[in-house]
C-alpha cells in the first residue's frame, strides 16, 4: 500500500511540473477551496459482524490546496457517524463442554479521523472531471457495549471432564446452574494507515459538486464513506 501511495505522490508531482511549464494564467479552478459533504457511512470489523439495520450519517470537512487544475493537496476531518450492531450469539455445548452461552444486546460504533491527501484528477475546469484520492489518515473509533450474557453450566460434565481436580477446586457444585450478567462498558480504538477512494466533479449551475467514495483501512476496522460534497473556492 505505502508503494501505491508513493506511486500516486511521485505521478502528482510529475503531472504538476508539465502542466504548470504551459499554465501561468491563473484561474478560478486554481484557488484555494473548502469542502463539505454528507452522506453514507459503512463500518467493517475484522472479526464481528456489525449488521447495522439504518443508515448511518458520514461528514467531510475538507480544505484543500491546488497547485493547478489537475493535483490538489488536502487535509481534512472524516466523521463516520454511530453505528448499531445487534449482538445475538450462542456458544458452548452442554453434553460436551458442560456449558452454554448466548450473548443478547447491542454494541455501538462512532468514529472520525484526520487525514493528509493528495488528489488527482482530469483538468477540473471543464464541466466534468474524474480523479482519484490516496493519502494517510489517523483514526479514532468509540465502541459502547451494552448487552447481557446468559450462561449455564451442567457442573457434573464438568466433574466427568476433570475428575480429581474438579472436586478440588469446586467439591459442592453438581447439577445445572444458570446466571445472567449485564455488560455495559466503552473502549476506544486509534491506529493510522492509508486511505483511497475515487470521485467525480460537476461544475453545475449552482456550484461545483463532487460525489465520492472512500476507505479508510486499519487492522480491525474498515470504515467506508458515501458522500456529495459542495466546493467553495476563494
Known amino acids: 500500500m505505502y508503494k501505491t501511495l508513493i506511486s500516486v505522490i511521485t505521478l502528482a508531482v510529475s ?3 508539465s502542466v504548470q ?7 478560478h479552478w486554481e484557488n484555494n477551496y473548502f469542502r463539505g459533504g454528507f452522506g453514507i457511512a459503512d463500518m467493517e470489523h475484522s472479526y464481528l459482524d456489525i449488521n447495522d439495520s439504518g443508515i448511518p450519517v458520514g461528514l467531510t470537512l475538507v480544505g484543500g490546496l491546488p497547485m493547478n487544475s489537475y493535483i490538489s493537496f488536502e487535509l481534512g476531518y472524516y466523521d463516520f457517524g454511530k453505528t448499531k450492531s445487534k449482538l445475538n450469539t450462542i456458544g458452548g455445548d452442554l453434553e460436551s463442554y458442560g456449558e452454554v452461552y448466548e450473548n443478547r ?6 468514529g472520525r479521523n484526520f487525514a493528509t491527501s493528495v488528489r ?10 474524474l480523479g482519484i484520492i490516496s493519502g494517510y489518515h489517523f483514526m479514532k473509533i468509540r465502541r459502547e457495549n451494552d448487552y447481557v450474557v446468559d450462561h449455564t453450566i451442567d457442573w457434573d460434565v464438568k466433574r466427568t471432564m476433570y475428575g480429581e481436580d474438579f472436586d478440588f477446586y469446586y467439591p459442592e457444585k453438581s447439577g445445572l446452574e444458570s446466571t445472567t450478567q449485564e455488560y455495559k ?15 467525480a466533479g460537476w461544475n453545475s449551475p449552482i456550484g461545483e459538486i ?5 476507505q479508510f483501512n ?4 474498515t470504515p467506508v464513506l458515501f458522500t456529495t460534497s459542495y466546493i467553495h473556492r476563494f
Not at 511549464?21 to 484561474?27: G, I, L, N, P, Q
Not at 444486546?105 to 462512532?110: A, L, T, V
Not at 486499519?218 to 476496522?221: G, R
Request: glycine share 4%.
Open 185 to 199: 462498558y466503552k473502549s476506544t480504538y486509534r491506529d493510522h494507515d492509508l486511505f483511497y477512494g475515487v470521485f
Open 218 to 221: 486499519s487492522d480491525i476496522y
Open 15 to 17: 503531472i504538476s511540473v
Open 105 to 110: 444486546g447491542d454494541i455501538f460504533f462512532s
Open 120 to 129: 488527482v484528477h482530469t483538468d477540473i475546469s471543464r464541466p466534468f472531471y
Open 210 to 214: 463532487t460525489f465520492e467514495y472512500n
Open 21 to 27: 511549464a504551459s499554465d501561468r494564467v491563473s484561474t
